[in-house]
């Protein structure tokens, strides 16, 4: 699925890229995009190391290499790519805010396939409910449950995906198309984590119903919306 994403974000890219007056050139698309995926292993690893279970990886500080038994966050993730961008930016000497523009529109498919795996791996799955379309998980058989991997599917990859790429197609003030990814982002996982089951280990963090999930979530919604809102000139 990380493959899958990275593909498609690569022909998309290099879609946008060849776009007239883009202010980029195709076949510098592989190379930021290789910067991009290191980013997003090592931060999306990092995250679920020091947000989700950092007790556990500090007495078994080894384990947190062993990517291959699972623990990927996204919030960690998308630093991790901040960093990659904001490295990217310096190389090529580009406002930070140009190189986000270009690459948020191209975000929502990788989660659009990560979530799908989720689902295909039956885990991160939502709360026991008694919906018709409630789905029955091996690793969970004890009740059917919300397929809230399939919310954020569908919310976090399609809608959003929609939505930037259109929004994304006119000229926009520097930092409107990456706040319009932090806020849409925000706001649709705060949403499906009131439906989604907390990591057994944490449970609610904040006020017995805010989940680490939604923690997280709210700085990109107060992030995005400033930078949505900023005034400035369209680009």
Known sequence: ??????????????????????GWDPDEIIDFLFYIAIGTIAGGRLGYVLFYNLPYYLQHPLEAFFIWDGGMSFHGGLLGVIAAFWYYAVKTKRHILTVADFIAPLVPTALLFGRLGNFINQELWGRATDLPWGVL???????PRHPSQLYEAVLEGLVLFVVLW????????AGRVSGLFLLGYGVFRFLVEFVREPDAHLGSVLFEWVSMGQLLSLPMICIGLWLFLRRGVAK
């Open 1 to 22: 699925m990380y493959l899958a994403g990275f593909v498609t974000g690569l022909m998309l890219g290099r879609y946008r890229a060849n776009r007239p007056g883009s």
């Open 137 to 143: 998980f091996s690793t969970m058989p004890d009740a």
């Open 166 to 173: 259109i929004y994304s197609a006119k000229p926009r003030v």
